[in-house]
């Protein structure tokens, strides 16, 4: 059973910094594109950043600037370098992995971030 875990949440705060890290208990052959989606308290999960196997990066508007995600092929690992951090960035915040196939997508169990003002 493929697994997500996730490791780098916690308490800061603001203006503070954390990583989070996810690896991915698959080959990244099998993934297309990895990332991070957030959910907070009482809102939708929205999509933070995404990385595809060839670099190619998106992010949320919110996030631009202050955010930034990476990828180790090698070690079936995706990081985000989370600065500037604001109340608004507390959530949960859950790995994802798009596999190539079947068709369909991986999750993390979430890590919890939250930023104190």
């Known amino acids: 059973q493929v697994q997500l875990v996730e490791s780098g949440g916690g308490l800061v705060q603001a203006g503070g910094s954390l990583r989070l890290s996810c690896v991915a208990s698959v080959s990244s052959f099998n993934i297309n594109t990895m990332g991070w989606y957030r959910q907070a308290p009482g809102k939708q999960r929205e999509l933070v950043a995404g990385i595809t196997r060839s670099g190619n990066t998106g992010y949320a508007d919110s996030v631009k600037g202050r955010f930034a995600i990476s990828r180790d092929n090698a070690n079936n690992a995706v990081h985000l370098q989370m600065n500037s951090l604001k109340p608004e960035d507390t959530a949960v915040y859950y790995c994802?992995?798009?596999?190539?196939?079947?068709?369909?997508?991986?999750w993390g169990q979430g890590t919890q971030v939250t930023v104190s003002s």
């Open positions: 994802f992995a798009d596999r190539v196939t079947p068709s369909g997508t991986w």
